[in-house]
């Protein structure tokens, strides 16, 4: 098994945190994996993506040209990397912020409204996490519970109170999932 | 799996520093490495170090000049506009024959350029250390777990040599998390070095690190006592790893975060039926000369992929002297190769012969 | 004096003698020049103190390179500009050492005056000894920071001119703005009462060191017969009458007297 998955969202949408999280996971479960992020140069506000692989073998690159799942918060990330996406590969879209998709051949494009429904859990900022929760109903590489142990792991002491929060958000996610794999 | 712990190169570069016994950090912050001085400012005063912000990276190597004169053990951080500046120290450095530890975490140039992962400060580091004859022994670690185990090596190393000892990483390296198995905090060795000035001085000779010998014949002297050690270098701290094909159509060479590219593509070139051999230097100075030129010997042909405009590939051309033809795939300014950039190329590669 | 009178050494008592800071090389400087005068101020000062041996000597770049082999002490030699950089790594090892540079107006007006001013704003726990005599010595007389208006070196050859070279630099008084400065001060050396109050003030620096006080820096406003063009003793005239004015000489901060003050309150 080797998945290389890569994450993109604008500053503060929080692809790195979810990346993060995903990360703590898949070590746990005793999986080789590597995270890197890629900042644009302003603090706040600009593109961030984050390239992991996850793997039972050997790592080796860290780096995808074609990642096998793409993760796209917003309209800019869909518009830049939704073309990077491997042949037979996923593009898991929030399409509370995207309504348009680039042709792209060979692709499976499932789209979430992420914002939509993390504003329906009653804060906008667990976008990542239903994207997240979504993601491992696409790819079941860890499970919810070893994601929620993870979120306790990884989430800063000041960020605590919003562990329910958050994982509330990866279940709303993984149903949507669930539901759209099912329509398809 | 649980001795293992998520940590990104730079945390993990910091606490190799620790590991290895280092106590004082002397640098300037600089992007993409600032976690490790805010590691250090941390973690330092816990075992008894100091962490100190310098007002330049000039400042912060001559305050490892002055730091490593006593035989602490002694380290600085930078990214490449910064290790420019520190040129100047290292130069004192290596001529008053002091040991120390620089890490540059390579961003893109020239100039002020990008805070990407670059591979263009090859130059500067191999050939380096400033003005004058002298150099650093370079270690090029290409994962979090080597970036720790290198780190806390390099103190061992720069005191057999008294000489500064850089690791060359980059943007990469230095930000992507991996699990990394921690070393423990050793205990830095005592500051009683024969050579080192400070403490009581009454009841031995007093000691004089210095880089000035006005003497012709003193200085040639002092350069090739120098030379001598890094030939002794080449013979007991050099360093490379192999991957892939025992019998290659194509010996691929690259280091650090290249390297790592190149296995997944070594891989996929040789279950497409393409045989590659990878040889990753570890030490770029000493460079692996013979092992490359055994390798360059059985191979049709060579691939050398490297960020940066063609300098690594410089030295590879050097070792293999004409053996094989040595192609370059490069990347540059912050962008890097992917697997499957090299994997085509290493397809083409073989289609042409 | 002439007549060959038997003098009994045996029982004569020494007033003056090198000190045992000092090694035996014979020092370089030219005729005339106050560096060596300098050194010595500060060799009796180590002797006095009974810190010869806990001492490091940092020498800098300038006709003062070669400090290293006069004073009999631990030693090194810092890039120019750089003894401060220096002096902070080797005191944040060693503190409980007496550290001090040696560094002439090249060193540490122009080059080094980043490290000098941060190295007094962290408040770090050395001495430095700055020589002023207006003017780069080691490389043949070129202008310098401190050089004086209208002053002739070999880069300006008219005479120092606003419009060129601008305005000369006062290091101490910009250090005196520095909260870290424990002892700062300016002296010169054109008499022997002058000579005694310069080594009283480097006295101070050094005893400032070694109560941890923070930063202390005395600067000595010397002469360069050789590059002024000067006879020495013309060139110790030119001090009283161009230097001074520009650098008049001043205990600018003085925390170790405030400090024996406050020990000396609360015994009572």
Known sequence: MREELFMAGTGGQGALLAGQVLTQAVLEKGLNVSWYPIYSPEVRGGTTSCAMVITDGHVGSPISGRPTTVILMDARSVQQHIERTAAGGVALVNASLAHEMPPVSDVRIVEVTGTDIAIGLGNERTTNMVMLGAYIGLRPVVTIEELARALEAVLPERHRRFLDLNIRGLQAGLETCQEATDDT | MSEYVLMSGNEATAEGGIA??????FGYPITPQNKIPEYMSRNLPEVGGVYLQAESEVAAINMVYGAASTGARVMTTSSSPGISLMQEGLSYIVGAEVPCVVVNMVRGGPGLGNIGPAQSDYWLATRGAGH???RCLVYAPYSVQELHDWTARAFEIAERYRNPV????????????????LQ???QPPPLDKPWAIGGDSSERPRNIINSLYVNHDEEEAVNRRIQARYDQAARDDLYYSEYGDEDPEILVVAYGICARVCETAVERASEGGVKCRLLRPISLFPFPSEPLAQWAQLAHKALVVELSMGQFVEDVRLAVEGRCPVELLNRTGGNVVTPEDVTQKLFDMAAES | MSKSTHIDTDNMEAIYHKPEAFTETPMRYCPGC?????????????????????TICIASVGCSVYAYEYFATDATQAAHGRAPAVATGIKRVRPDNIVFTYQGDGDLAAIGLAEVVHAAARAENFTVLFLNNAVFGMTQGQMAPTTLLGQKTTTTPQGRSIERGGYPLNVCEILATIPGVAYLARETMTSPKRVMHAKRSIRRAFEAQIQGLGFSLVELVSSCPTWWGLKPLEALKHIEEKMLPQYPLKVFVDKVSQASEAVAEGGD
């Open chain 2, 166 to 181: 850089m690791i060359l990483a980059d943007a990469i390296l230095a930000q992507m998390i991996e699990p990394c198995k």
């Open chain 2, 132 to 134: 004058g004859d002298g």
């Open chain 3, 34 to 54: 106050t560096h060596g005068l300098a050194h010595r101020l500060v060799a009796e000062v180590i002797d006095e103190l009974d810190i010869q041996h806990r």
């Open chain 2, 20 to 25: 290895g016994g280092c106590r004082y950090f």
């Open chain 2, 184 to 186: 423990p905090r050793g």
